[in-house]
């Protein structure tokens, strides 16, 4: 949690600007605000009443000339309570199943992970620790709050890993460790210094202990213009300087920061140094010019909320059954940021079996298992995210359905 002087802001202009909560810099400048979001994407709701009452928060990005940083400063880490009733997982998808299953192969052949301790921060149902255990035949632990025995495992033979319900501290230094991985968990966290300096300091003296984390990748977001991922959940918005910046800072040596997954995802591997690099000017770092990117972006963003609202009053004046494909974050933003509501658009689909029968936050649309489609019939698709278009216009084939295909 950040301080209390963390947390004090300014508004000039309409824009907040706040202390980088990276490199300290004492001005970051306000670029984009969307005044009510729902602070959580990824929990649904059982009933579509709770899900229209769902919380509310303002998103108000800001950019760090000093280290490259993008941060939500009207972000509350307050709000945010991680609990079984968190769903993200990926792991449902063959797509997103071979990116991980590669990614694991790698860093196992890489590192020599066989037969070695391992630990995955923020690890979900276990997944992805489940095949480095498989493929390397490692002793692996798990830590995640929202970790819970009573959800269905992507795969079951997964299911037998230790996960511990608790955030991975300091307390677990004396946990035998040769090689961490966290994905997709530093962009949640509202102080990332303290977070990786807390890693860094169970690590101690195990020089040859190998980090490797994931995150999204800020630049797919501004210049690929993947803004349905900007949620109240993602406080931190990296680039591959910025992230490589912030393991500089508290002790780590990159090996590499690479982009993953069709350039929606970041990874760096690092190893641990002997002493922290504490100040900017020790980073030396050729920052990407990403200004002209974030000065543009509001119009951009502007101008594709625009162009879906004349698309979606097409399709409603048309008449035509509309479904989205993807019932996570993006999904989520799609709908609220359009405001489209549940008698617009019913439904949303998901092939995650912990999603299906619940409803959207914000907007109340019921996610929905793929074979409903049979019945519904939709007549337009719209897709959330397009490197899973392959895999769902051949499941919609296999439905012998013809749908138009919209891509988001």
């Known amino acids: ?241 910025s992230l490589a910046n912030v393991f500089m800072r508290v002790g780590f040596a990159s090996i590499h920061v690479t982009e993953q997954y069709d350039g929606q995802f970041l990874s760096i591997e690092v190893r641990p140094t002997a002493a922290e690099t504490n100040s900017g000017a020790d980073v030396e770092l050729a920052f990407s010019n990403i200004q002209d990117l974030v000065n543009r972006f509001h119009k951009a963003y502007r101008d594709k909320v625009d162009s879906w609202q004349h698309t979606l009053l097409q399709l409603a004046q048309q008449k035509k059954r509309v479904v989205l494909w993807g019932g996570g974050s993006k999904g989520v933003t799609f709908l609220n940021v359009l405001d489209i509501s549940y008698e617009q658009i019913e439904y949303i689909v998901d092939v995650n079996p912990r999603k299906q029968g619940k409803f959207i936050a914000g907007t109340g649309q019921q996610v929905i298992a793929p074979d409903f489609l049979k019945e519904y019939q939709p007549q337009t698709v719209i897709i959330m995210n397009p490197i899973y278009r392959k895999e769902i216009q051949d499941t919609i084939k296999e439905f012998a359905l013809a749908p138009e295909f919209e891509m988001a």
């Open 1 to 241: 949690m950040g301080t209390e002087a963390d947390k004090q802001t300014k508004t000039t202009g309409g824009l907040t600007q706040t202390k980088c909560p990276l490199c300290d810099h004492p001005e970051m400048t306000g670029f984009f605000e969307i005044e009510s979001a729902p602070v959580f994407c990824n929990v649904l709701w059982n009933t579509r009443e709770e899900a229209l009452s769902a919380h509310r928060a303002p998103i108000h990005l800001a950019y760090c000339n000093n280290c490259g940083l993008i941060y939500n400063v009207a972000f509350d880490p307050e709000l945010i309570e991680y609990s079984p009733d968190y769903e993200n997982s990926l792991h449902f998808s063959p797509r997103f199943q071979k990116h991980a299953e590669d990614t694991a192969n790698r860093l196992i052949q890489q590192y020599q992970l066989r037969n070695k301790d391992i630990i995955e921060i923020g690890c979900g149902q276990g997944d992805f620790l489940a095949m480095l255990q498989r493929l390397g035949d490692n002793r692996v632990l798990g830590f995640d709050p929202s970790y819970t025995h009573e959800k269905t495992a992507a795969y079951p033979e997964d299911s037998t890993i230790e996960v511990i319900t608790q955030t991975y501290s300091t307390m677990h230094t004396s946990q035998p460790v040769d090689f961490i991985c966290c994905r997709h968990v530093l962009e949640h966290i509202d102080s990332p210094v303290d977070f990786l300096r807390s890693i860094r300091c169970t690590i101690g003296q195990r020089s040859d202990c190998v980090v490797y984390f994931e995150v999204p990748n800020a630049l797919y977001t501004l210049k690929d213009m993947g803004v349905w991922d900007i949620i109240y959940e993602h406080c931190s918005y990296f680039t591959s300087e």
